[in-house]
């Protein structure tokens, strides 16, 4: 695999790592507890985060399939274009810039600590599987809507760095609602 690649997927399993840990450390009464009315809990940060992966896994299947028809070689270097580069600075943690989420990403806690581990580890899976699937295409060339506003859109290669980073964000959130600063 490419390293830039190798290092989004190591991105992923690192944050697999985190919420494994969170899922030992955080007793299961406390996953669905605010520490704060205007700040999510842990079971919501992780039910977002589920959400999230579960609206990009169609557009990143579609993205790697006109990748595919390009018939194009992979640079030596993947680069995120402008508005990717962007988004993926004011995506990790610690958080810079707080976004209030668009309605269908508003998570639930109600649902059981286990069953959205177990929901993020497959969506883990799909994501790496794809994430290896496009390697070797021009990432930068394809471009990705965001499902989070239709009005931004960043190259393929971008989003694939975006997703994990995102994915610590909220880990982060959700460490900092364990340790009473969320």
Known sequence: ??????LIADEYRS???RLHDLLRTVPVERWSKRAHPDRWSVAECVAHLNLTSVEYLPLLREAIARARTLDLPAPARYRRDPVGWLLWWTMGPPVRVRLKTIARFVPSSAVAPSLLVTEFERL???????LAQADHLPLSQVRVTSP????????????????????HRHLWQAEQVWAGRG
């Open 15 to 17: 944050a697999q790592r």
């Open 1 to 6: 695999m490419h390293p830039q690649l190798e």
């Open 124 to 130: 883990q899976r799909i994501q790496l599987d794809l």
């Open 148 to 167: 989070f506003n239709a009005r931004v859109h960043y190259n393929l290669y971008a989003c694939f760095t975006i997703l994990p980073r995102h994915q």
